[in-house]
């Protein structure tokens, strides 16, 4: 079943297309500045759509790459490394060198052709990600279902476990050719029921690009034997994309603001297919399920920088990461296809463009 999500209807009506970039560029890492450690090639070819982490007691991020080591058939795994607050104060991060290691890697029907954007939160105390899944059926023409799904894994101990396959019903959804930019989100009562929803974008047979927060029960995190698939039945549209876009995704894992309320980053493409804008939301994360209560009205981030408009797919801030850090959110985003970007924003002048978009 899928329902449209309160508040979406008139949370149209107060977006625009004008740009009001706010976000302060803060350094790019480029692939040459990656050292791979566990692997022979020295440095990936491209490194993109990072998500991220913040360690309080040491000051520092971890950064969470997706990286490309070769353009044949431009196969993704997911790497790391870290990036202390201070080289980012000081403006050192496009001149730093950073040591990385391959964390996790296709190994499976769900993701063989590539582990693609990932994004990091954590759930019970344990870090969990999820990615994009490029399954076995991505470059077969006849099979077009199910081309990319959604894979969480979690790190159990020292190790990234992948623990499941995220798959939207056949029954609910139709023909789905892909599915993506996901993430899971506890609800506040977690520790007592499990409920949590899935924040995914499903591209559907008709051409359609939807938006949606599901519905899912508690992660099993004892099968050995790879990850488990979780039909996904129940689902609501965020249905904010406006005349003059293509599709909008989710960005970023969201940001709890207090009670059931969270901010979440979603990235936009414009009607041509051209350029990736971002925009930002507040949900109420309810018992009836989620309701729109405030979005920006302009886009608060574009590409500006040369580094953000010269790449391997040219005109794209793709944020994948975001943390507070203090009185501060910091974002990681993918530029242009090629590079890791930095960028952050005053939570509180985030706060007061939502503020400019609420919804009475």
Known sequence: MITIAEGSREALTVRTSKVKDLFERMGVVAPDRIFLRNLPVEHPTSAFNPGLSFDDSSGCLTVYPRIVLGYYMYVSSIAAFRLCLDDIEAKRVSIGRFMADVILSPDNRYDIWGAEDPRVYVIDGIPHMTYTGRSINYFEPREWRYRTRPVTAAKLGDEWVKLAVHTPSHDVFGGVISDKNAFLYPLRNYSVSGKMVLFHRIHNKKEEFLLLVSEHGPLDYSSPEGPREYAIEKSWLIDLKANWESKLGWAAP??????????????????????????????????????????????????SEP?????????????????????????SY??????????????SQLLEELDRGRLE
């Open 334 to 347: 993918g530029a242009a296809d090629l590079y890791v970007g930095i960028a952050r924003i005053e939570f």
């Open 307 to 331: 580094f953000e408009k010269i790449g391997d797919r040219p005109h794209v801030v793709f944020p994948c990461g975001l943390v507070k850090v203090d009185d501060h959110l910091l974002v």
């Open 254 to 303: 969201p940001i709890h603001l207090g009670g059931d309320r969270v901010l979440v980053l979603a990235h936009s493409v414009d009607h041509g297919g051209v350029v990736y804008r971002v925009i930002a939301i507040e949900l109420e994360l309810g018992s009836k399920g989620p309701r729109v209560t405030a979005v920006t009205p302009t886009y608060i981030m574009e590409p």
